[in-house]
């Protein structure tokens, strides 16, 4: 088995979310591993936003600023997990991706040339067999590197 330095997280922000940090923490400690937490704003969300807003201010929608504020948001978040996780000395970076989640998830994984990816089974909807039919089965099919899901019970 090859050395594990690099991991890359895949973190919906969902309930599940901390617990994946928790336990992707604990691998990348006993393996002197430095982490890269993955989000992606998806591009369907991104859309619909959009529509949303432009049916009650036609015209003042800027995808800029939405995206801007949304990444902002998203690296606090990210930001204070790792901080309840205690791991502020941690090396571990944030990468926010736009686009089609498992496509980002797999461009992080070939980009920052990790050596595991470490995923939640469940999504932010909570339904198993709707993310294994999309997300996390095209992970486990597509990814270069081995994959760990994670079942963890959602934090309240």
Known sequence: MRQIERIVVAL???????????????V???????LVLVNVINRRNLEAAKQAFNAEHPGGFSMDKFVGDDVRRRKRQLMEMMAECGAETD???IDIRTGVPFEEILNAVEAEVVDLLVMGRTGRTNLPGFLFG???????????????????????
Not at 12 to 26: F, K, P, R
Not at 28 to 34: D, F, G, K, L, N
């Open 12 to 26: 919906d922000l969902s309930v599940y979310s901390q617990g994946i940090l928790e336990y992707a923490l604990t």
């Open 28 to 34: 990348a400690r006993r393996t002197s591993s430095e």
């Open 91 to 93: 090396p571990c970076r």
């Open 134 to 156: 999309s997300t996390a089965e095209k992970l486990f099919r597509h990814s270069p590197v081995p994959v760990l899901s994670v079942r963890v019970k959602p934090l309240s």
